[in-house]
């Protein structure tokens, strides 16, 4: 039973009406708007019975994904304002609840809630390891990852100077390889661990370690952003490529400021926002910085892409396509390791991207086919590059072949957590509605209804 007080109790079961009110209105169920916000159904359902709290996190999301204009988050945000005034009256009365601002009776059912928000051996720490990672901001560690932190703080207290260095290094190709395996949950708790470690140990560094320190945070940062822009969440990865720029700089490794700008045009793909996308493309093209091979090339099929989406003539998008793999020609020659995973075959498949924006989806077609296998991307991967060419399919009127490629989708990208390509088979969804009639769009839609 909760401890709130009734009248925070009762703007809590106001809000959760106004979420279940406006998901029915959107046309999403419990269970299909649960995977984009990154909570279990159940905690959809008891939020929307005002039973349990969630972070502003939460209501960002429902927001974005809702397309409500902000209209949860400031009910939150007054409902939590509401909560911290009754706290500090009742502190006048009675023991003081926990600390922290943003403090609002906790009811965990799913076990999602996150580090701050659970127990008193927990809470805010005054120095150490772990008052850094109180300060990562939006990022929080859930306790079920706690384990995989503390055994990498553990290790790292037996090296010092270089050593340290060398071993968040190792550390974070580890993370990679768990990225690619099992996708951005698993990798994500270690990457915070390093980036706290980074930011606890830099403090006080030896000079000339502590600029090498922090390229390997400002990877490490990078890597962060990525892992939870593929979990859904672009707020904080938002922050952690602010980070990542920032440690850069400080480390005199200017390229990750335009690898960061591409990264960001990349979000920017992820809403459909043409604009900004070749905007950024453009900015990290034409940056300050000298760009490797493979994320100048990147950068130029992003522009590639935004041009395509807004319509630019065919010859004009080709030309620059044929820009791009002339310059990833030249990576061989680089001595970085700065985007390392992007080759030829990235490329076909991102080329295909292109085509299908710029009104060929036979070509895009031809490219996936022949391209998108097991033996070459992660199982994480071939689901969300199986769901652009589902969407593709779509568009060549092939209903029955883009439901069987999604179906087989649609377990890689849940078990992975990748709230990216479940968006991206949410999109499929809404196209495939034209033809549920037909048995195999009809047990795709089923399945989606049931993620």
Request: charged share 25%; hydrophobic share 45%; net charge neutral.
């Amino acid at each position: 039973m909760s401890s709130a007080p009734q009248e925070v109790r009762e703007a809590r079961f106001a809000l959760g009406r106004k979420l279940a009110a406006l998901r029915k209105a959107a046309g999403y169920t419990q269970s299909s708007l649960a995977p984009l916000t990154l909570y279990g159904r159940s905690t959809v359902a008891n939020v929307e019975l005002g039973r349990q709290s969630v972070g502003r996190d939460f209501w960002v999301r429902c927001d974005q994904i809702l397309d409500t204009g902000g209209a949860l988050v400031a009910d939150y945000d007054r409902m939590q304002a509401r909560a911290r005034q009754v706290d500090r009256s009742s502190a006048l009365r009675g023991p003081p609840r926990p600390p922290g601002p943003d403090y609002v009776d906790r009811e965990d059912v799913d076990g999602r809630s996150p580090l701050l928000d659970r127990g008193p051996d927990v809470s805010r720490p005054k120095g150490g390891l772990l008052a850094a990672v109180h300060t990562l901001g939006p990022a929080a560690l859930a306790l079920d990852d706690l384990d995989r932190f503390h055994a990498v703080a553990r290790d790292a207290h037996r090296y010092l100077d270089a050593d340290l260095v060398r071993y968040l290094d190792n550390g974070l190709a580890r993370c990679a390889t768990d990225d690619r395996v099992h996708g951005p949950r698993h990798a994500l708790p270690r990457v915070l661990g390093i980036v706290a470690l980074v930011q606890h140990s830099v403090r006080d560094a030896k000079p000339q370690v502590r600029q090498p320190l922090l390229a390997v945070g400002a990877r490490a940062a990078e890597f962060a952003g990525w892992l939870y822009r593929d979990c859904g969440q672009p707020s904080p990865a938002e922050y952690w490529r602010d980070r990542a720029s920032e440690w850069a700089m400080e480390a005199a490794d200017f390229a990750i400021p335009g690898y960061v700008l591409i990264k960001k045009s990349q979000s920017a793909w992820d809403d459909r926002d043409a604009a900004r996308m070749l905007g950024l493309a453009q900015a990290a093209r034409e940056g300050p910085w000298r760009l490797p091979a493979r994320v100048m090339a990147e950068a130029v099929q992003q522009q590639a892409r935004g041009l395509a989406m807004l319509g630019t003539g065919q010859r004009e998008v080709d030309d620059m396509l044929k820009e791009a793999r002339d310059v990833l020609a030249l990576a061989a020659e680089d001595r970085t390791s700065l985007a390392a995973h992007y080759d030829a075959v990235l490329f076909k498949v991102q080329t295909a991207i292109c085509y299908g924006e710029s009104g060929r989806p036979e070509q895009a077609v031809e490219i996936y086919e022949s391209t998108l296998t097991p033996a070459v991307f992660s199982a994480r991967d071939l689901a969300y590059f199986s769901t652009l060419k589902a969407q593709t399919l779509v568009a060549v009127h092939r209903p029955d072949d883009a439901a069987l490629a999604a179906t087989a989708a649609i377990g890689a990208a849940s078990a992975a957590g990748s709230a990216r390509t479940l968006r991206e088979l949410f999109r499929l969804r809404c196209r495939l509605q034209p033809w549920q009639a037909r048995s195999a769009v009809h047990e795709f839609l089923r399945l989606m209804d049931a993620v």
